[in-house]
């Protein structure tokens, strides 16, 4: 089977160095095209990493400047879903507050504000900024809402344990 296999994997790949295919895009959409709204702009933010997007006790003016550029070119602001993989890994402390924290990247130590109680592995070359294997959060979590544009919508997904 493994022989057959590295034969076939030859082959397909003497084919696809052999072909080729002439597409023409057009430039413009055709009279019929569906027009797509401006909120179908959207993306998600990994619970984790939310605070760093958004900031905890001042705005992260990159983000802002990001959601600003998309609401300028879309008509509307963005809809964003905080959460993901790391959600499972959150629970809600509300003695949790917000101190400043040292992370080391390319041997380097960079201040970032974060809840006290995320557990990061350390990073690699390979996968830089590691998802969190443990989140505690507390009230300012939440908070860090207020940086977000006035007529944004966003979910935030609460934690129930």
């Known amino acids: 089977m493994g022989f057959l296999r590295v034969v ?3 082959i397909l790949a003497l084919v696809v160095q052999t072909s ?3 597409i023409t895009v057009s430039v413009t959409a055709p009279t019929a095209a ?4 401006p909120s179908l702009i959207g993306f998600s933010i990994e619970q984790d990493r939310w ?3 958004a900031g905890l006790d001042h705005e992260n003016q990159f983000f802002s400047n990001v959601l600003e550029n998309l609401k300028d070119l879309s008509g509307e602001p963005p809809y ?6 790391s959600q499972d890994n959150t629970n809600f402390d509300p003695s949790v507050t917000v101190r400043p924290r040292m992370h080391k990247m390319n041997q380097s130590l960079i201040l970032r504000e974060q809840n ?3 557990v990061f592995p350390d990073p690699t ?6 998802e969190a294997t443990k989140v505690v959060v507390g009230e300012s979590y939440y908070r860090s809402a207020r940086f977000l544009l006035p007529s944004m919508s966003f979910t935030l997904f609460p934690i129930i344990r």
Do not use: H
């Not at 964003?80 to 993989?85: E, M, S, T, Y």
């Open 8 to 10: 076939l994997s030859l």
């Open 20 to 22: 080729s295919i002439n």
């Open 34 to 37: 569906t027009q797509v709204a």
């Open 51 to 53: 605070t760093d997007w």
């Open 80 to 85: 964003i879903r905080i959460g993901g993989n």
């Open 116 to 118: 006290p109680q995320m």
């Open 125 to 130: 070359t390979t996968v830089p900024y590691p």
